[in-house]
């Protein structure tokens, strides 16, 4: 059974930085594609990064561009989102997210495994 847990959320200012962490288990992980969605309150869910099954592409949403970096390890099964710069409105519950092949999808339906969440608080 293909499972995912994430780590790393916590309470920051605005200006500051987290690392998010996906630790992946159930399946060959390099052979696919890997994402962080974000919910933010009243919201819908939302891509902000993903990544290739070997990493060599990567996308982003407009709104977290040139501030969050998406990164895995293949060797330890690992997902990362490394988040700068940090703003208020970046406050979200973040989900880690398994594609249902190799390449980067920016929509959810293209995930089939999820993680359950981490809390990210970003205050004035």
């Known amino acids: 059974q293909v499972q995912l847990v994430e780590s790393g959320g916590g309470l920051v200012q605005a200006g500051g930085s987290l690392r998010l962490s996906c630790a992946a288990s159930?399946?060959?992980?390099?052979?696919?594609?890997m994402a962080w969605f974000r919910q933010a309150p009243g919201k819908e869910r939302e891509f902000a990064a993903g990544?290739?099954?070997?990493?060599?592409?990567?996308y982003y949403a407009t709104s977290v561009k040139g501030r969050f970096t998406i990164s895995r390890d293949n060797a330890k099964n690992t997902l990362y989102l490394q988040m700068n710069s940090l703003k208020p409105e970046d406050t979200a519950v973040y989900y880690c997210?398994?594609?249902?092949?190799?390449?980067?999808?920016?929509?959810?339906?293209?995930?089939?495994?999820w993680g359950q969440g981490t809390q990210v608080t970003v205050s004035p």
């Open positions: 997210a398994g594609a249902r092949a190799f390449g980067v999808y920016t929509t959810g339906e293209f995930y089939d495994t």
């Open positions: 990544i290739s099954g070997r990493g060599a592409s990567t």
């Open positions: 159930g399946r060959t992980f390099s052979s696919y594609g």
